[in-house]
């Protein structure tokens, strides 16, 4: 089945700093999702990118399908990006079946 | 709308007995999928449904899991008999194209 990898596994941020999360996935997809676990354990859809580039607020990504990966910006983290980022993808043949990765945490410092 | 809705939120049981989740999909939704998330194994998928019909269950674990889907405002998730190392995190999501809403998971402690 298709491999999906994260980096970094793990990322501390000062408030107000910016990132960037990546997602490699080992072969074409047709459904890219990246989610954002709080704390509390609750998971959040944020971005539907199989292709291209979306924004939302202070958050963006840009997915290159042709070379398999994804990047998840986060610019002025604030304490409540805390938490885990996950990117999520499935095959053409794959349906709604999604494959997640393993997760970048993220800790952002006041 | 009041989202994916998971019951119970924690459940606590013993070795050998029976467990069963219950999941509310969003109205109108289609799709129905069960995922289970642990630190050794991470999110991973169960069975998903499409129009109350398990399309693909290659991910549940052994023949101790079912699940099933009587209608489209249900589904529930049993396990019999329960093992310690069913212990994790369920979750429940549900979409109607390719964008998935989940629930806020079960928290299963099989002692």
């Known amino acids: 089945g298709i491999q999906v990898e994260q980096s970094p596994p793990d990322l501390i941020l000062q408030e107000g700093a910016n990132s960037t999360l990546r997602c490699n996935f080992s072969?074409?997809?047709?459904?890219l999702q990246w989610f954002h676990q709080n704390p509390w354990g609750q998971l959040i859809n944020l971005f539907y990118i199989p292709s291209g580039t979306k924004q939302n607020g202070r958050l963006s990504a840009t997915t290159v399908a042709t070379e398999r990966y994804s990047l998840l910006y986060i610019s002025s983290s604030q304490t409540t990006d805390s938490g885990v980022y996950f990117c999520?993808?499935?095959?053409?043949?794959?349906?709604?079946?999604?494959?997640f990765g393993g997760g970048t945490r993220v800790l952002v410092k006041p | 709308d009041a989202g994916v809705i998971q019951s119970p939120r924690h459940e606590v049981t013993e070795m050998g007995q029976e467990v069963t989740l219950r999941c509310k999909p969003i109205s109108g939704h289609n799709s129905l999928f069960w995922y289970r998330q642990t630190m050794m194994r991470g999110l991973e998928l169960l069975i998903y449904f499409n129009n109350n019909v398990p399309i693909d269950d290659s991910g549940m674990p052994e023949d101790r899991f079912s699940a099933k889907m009587p209608n489209a405002s249900f589904s529930t998730l049993k396990i019999q008999p329960s093992e310690p190392r069913d212990s994790a995190v369920y979750f429940c999501?549900?979409?109607?194209?390719?964008?998935?809403?989940f629930g806020p998971g079960t928290r299963l402690l099989v002692l």
């Open positions: 999520a993808v499935s095959g053409e043949a794959a349906g709604n079946k999604l494959t």
């Open positions: 072969d074409s997809v047709n459904n």
């Open positions: 999501a549900s979409s109607l194209a390719l964008f998935q809403y």
